[in-house]
């Protein structure tokens, strides 16, 4: 409708008369207004609450014999954003809110070394 696209999750899940499905995501598209397709109602309430494990990092002090080399204080470390999401809404990543078709929320991993002499 006004020349926006559908996504395929919508399209394929969408009422008509060859797919009468009481329960179809999408009362019913068409390429022009139906004032029944805007109605505020519940039914289009999700459940958004999620758990997820932003941020996490494992380090490790390097022993102390590096003390000869100067080195003492110097760690190796892993460290990683977004790790796991636990969440029933499977259409986009809730954290998103209303906004499930922008960029999805990334998730990073970092290794490095902290030389300290």
């Known amino acids: 409708m006004n020349r926006r ?27 022009y207004q139906i004032d029944n397709n805007t109605q505020q ?20 002090s390097l022993p102390a014999f590096f003390k000869k080399f100067k080195l003492e204080g110097s ?13 029933a809404f499977k259409m986009w990543d809730p954290e998103m809110g209303g906004k499930g078709l922008d960029y999805p929320i990334n998730r990073r991993f970092n290794i490095g070394l902290q030389i300290a002499f």
């Open 5 to 31: 696209n559908a996504p395929a999750i919508i399209a394929r899940d969408a009422w008509s008369e060859t797919h009468p499905d009481v329960h179809a995501f999408w009362p019913r598209l068409a390429d």
């Open 41 to 60: 109602s519940s039914w289009w309430l999700r459940d958004g609450s999620f758990l997820r494990l932003k941020t996490a990092e494992l380090g490790y």
């Open 75 to 87: 760690r190796i470390y892993l460290n990683g954003e977004n790790l796991f999401l636990i969440s």
